[in-house]
Nanobody, 125 residues
């Protein structure tokens, strides 16, 4: 199993930036990596996903143009750069991975994730 550990969460004022990091215990080549978030009382939302096929990353409409997902395959790292943060971005953010070579996104929903981190809190005021 792949173990995932998130870091980089914190509190920031609206308009600010944070970069989340996710350390994977194994190679991330040939898998899809994603970032999800869940706010209290709301459903979990997939906000970004990327694989190593060279396809364009996926972003949800709520973060497109503000968040950037990237990979460091050599160090088994996935990042989520979050700019122009808004109070509605407040949530616990989770890193996830699946076993597929390509990300599966259907109707704006990232599917197929099987490995999950424990999350890191982001608070925007």
């Amino acid at each position: 199993d792949v173990q995932l550990v998130e870091s980089g969460g914190g509190s920031v004022q609206a308009g600010g930036s944070l970069r989340l990091s996710c350390q994977a215990s194994d190679s991330i080549s040939g898998v899809c990596m994603g970032w999800f978030r869940q706010a209290p009382g709301k459903e979990r939302e997939g906000v970004a996903a990327i694989d190593t096929t060279g396809d364009e990353p996926f972003y949800s409409d709520s973060v497109k143009g503000r968040f950037t997902i990237s990979l460091d395959k050599a160090n088994h790292m996935v990042y989520l750069q979050m700019d122009n943060l808004k109070p509605e971005d407040t949530a616990t953010y989770y890193c996830a991975a699946d076993n597929g070579v390509e990300c599966t996104v259907v109707a704006g929903e990232i599917l197929g994730m099987v490995f999950w981190g424990k999350g890191t809190q982001v608070t925007v005021t």
